[in-house]
């Protein structure tokens, strides 16, 4: 520029410098979310935490502290000694079963790099799998150097088994904190578990006990995935979260709190890690470039995606088509639909419909 170049030829370079930086960052965010979705599971298996840097270790061990304090102040300090552990779900699991883990045997969508004189039982496919050629896409379930992930469906239909469809939850839009309910679980837990030690000093039938006792595991349960959902939630959006004054009110004051610390965190260790070295027109964690007028790196829910959800009553004759054309939609009650979320926004949140 201080050449007098010509201004497309300098354009064309900074379009490829855009380019470059925004994949450089989306690569650091996806690697974050990843480990906020799983950071207990990645922590405790060694081959998975060595494939992180210090600065995300660090932000792990970080996230991860913040969790356990949340959960110690929001829940497990009001239950029972049995159930205040954060990764099981009481002292009688032996496994950790309220760590979440990623579900390696779901299928996914793939592009082969090259002509494989690949062997099938290196590539370990199903034996209904068609033998791979260049560029098409088959389902696997292992993956090595020879093959790309890919977002895009099939463009033909698959020989061999099937792929199973089913709709995503991709709908991750913050509702109400229920804290009342919270509260009255909470009660209702303690009350139980104090049912449960009578019948046993009474000398009761041990399966009534055994029943009570299952009752109370499956309310803790429910409870328990309740408040780790919604911190999901507010770990993948909380950037448009704090920003949306309305889904910022739905969150109770400890979530506010957590999702403070979150951003706090996520802000520190991008400034560490990439934004200190970029050009300062880079060095924004919400926008792109100083010329973005909108917050173009600020993740938000997808309001146009497709759910599923059920009817609870008859709902009669409704428009949930945002074309513009009329088409009406008869709604009974137990029918399930597949439906755009935006359209039906208002009716999930008014409690006649529930996504399934």
Request: hydrophobic content about 35%; overall charge negative; some cysteine.
């Amino acid at each position: 520029m201080q050449n007098g170049e010509d201004p497309l030829t300098v354009s064309l370079y900074q379009m490829d410098i855009d380019r470059t930086t925004f994949l450089l960052r989306s690569y650091l965010r996806t690697r974050l979310q990843k480990i906020e979705k799983f950071m207990f599971h990645i922590q405790k298996t060694a081959d998975l935490w060595a494939r992180l840097s210090k600065q995300e270790q660090k932000f792990a061990r970080r996230s991860i502290e913040d969790m356990k304090q949340h959960f110690e102040q929001s829940v497990l300090s009001k239950l029972p000694e049995r159930y205040n552990s954060h990764s099981k779900q009481s002292v009688i699991s032996e496994e950790d079963d309220m760590v979440a883990e990623p579900k390696l045997d779901s299928f996914v969508i793939c592009r082969t790099r090259k002509l494989p004189h690949i062997l099938r039982d290196e590539l370990q496919l199903d034996e209904t799998s068609p033998s791979p050629q260049e560029g098409s896409i088959v389902h696997l379930t292992c993956l090595n150097d020879t093959i790309d992930l890919v977002e895009c469906p099939p463009m033909s239909k698959p020989k061999g088994r099937p792929k199973k469809i089913r709709p995503k939850g991709g709908i991750e839009l913050i509702t109400q904190f229920e804290g009342s309910l919270v509260q009255r679980s909470r009660e209702q837990i303690q009350l139980m578990e104090e049912t449960v030690e009578e019948l046993m000093q009474n000398g009761e039938d041990p399966l009534t006990v055994s029943l009570y006792q299952m009752d109370i595991d499956r309310t803790t349960f429910l409870l328990r995935s309740y408040l780790r959902t919604r911190l999901q939630k507010i770990e993948k959006f909380m950037f448009h979260i704090q920003k949306t004054a309305d889904l910022w009110a739905r969150l109770s004051k400890q979530e506010q709190k957590f999702a403070r610390r979150s951003i706090e965190d996520m802000k520190q260790h991008f400034e560490q890690s990439v934004l200190s070295k970029l050009p300062e027109r880079y060095n924004s964690h919400s926008k792109q470039s100083v010329i973005s007028e909108e917050d173009d790196m600020v993740a938000e829910p997808k309001l146009d995606s497709f759910v599923i959800c059920r009817t609870r009553k008859f709902l009669g004759a409704l428009p949930v088509d945002d074309s513009g054309e009329e088409n009406p939609l008869d709604m009974y009650a137990g029918d399930i639909y597949a439906l755009r979320y935006k359209s039906i926004k208002p009716l999930i949140e008014s409690g006649q419909l529930d996504l399934v």
